[in-house]
C-alpha cells in the first residue's frame, strides 16, 4: 500500500460508534482540578509569605523594625514550592507502585511532617 497504512471503517464521531460522554466529562474535571490545587498551592504560599512569624524567622530587620524578604528571596520561594510539586508529582506513582497505596500514602505524609 502506497503511502502506508489507511485507516478503515467509518471514523470518529460517525453514527454507529459507541459514545461515553462521562468519560470525557471525567477528565476534564481531573484537568481542572489539577489546575484548582496549583492555585490553591499559589495562594497558600503568598500567605505564609505574610506570616509575622515567618517574616522573623526568614526575613530580614529593616529600619523601622519590621521585618521583610527581597523579591528574589520571595521569587526563590515560590519556584522551588513548584519544583518541589512538580517532583512530588513524578515520584508519586512509582512510589506508590513499589511500597504500595497505604504506604505510599504514609511515606508521603512523613515527607510533609518532616518539611513543616
Known amino acids: 500500500m502506497a503511502g502506508g497504512p489507511a485507516a478503515t471503517g467509518p471514523g470518529i464521531g460517525a453514527s454507529g ?7 470525557g466529562i471525567l ?4 484537568a481542572a482540578f489539577g489546575g484548582i490545587l ?3 498551592d499559589t495562594g497558600v504560599i503568598s500567605g505564609i509569605k505574610e506570616m509575622p512569624n515567618w517574616l522573623q524567622t526568614f526575613g ?3 529600619s523601622d523594625g ?4 527581597s523579591t528574589s528571596t520571595e521569587s526563590l520561594i515560590v519556584s522551588i514550592l513548584s519544583a518541589g510539586t512538580f517532583v512530588g508529582a513524578l515520584l508519586a506513582a512509582p512510589l506508590g507502585d513499589i511500597l504500595g497505596r497505604k504506604w505510599g500514602l504514609v511515606a508521603g505524609c512523613f515527607v510533609f511532617s518532616i518539611g513543616v
Open 17 to 23: 460508534t459507541p459514545k461515553n460522554k462521562w468519560a
Open 27 to 30: 477528565m476534564t474535571a481531573f
Open 60 to 62: 530580614k530587620q529593616q
Open 38 to 40: 496549583f492555585g490553591y
Open 66 to 69: 519590621s521585618y521583610s524578604i
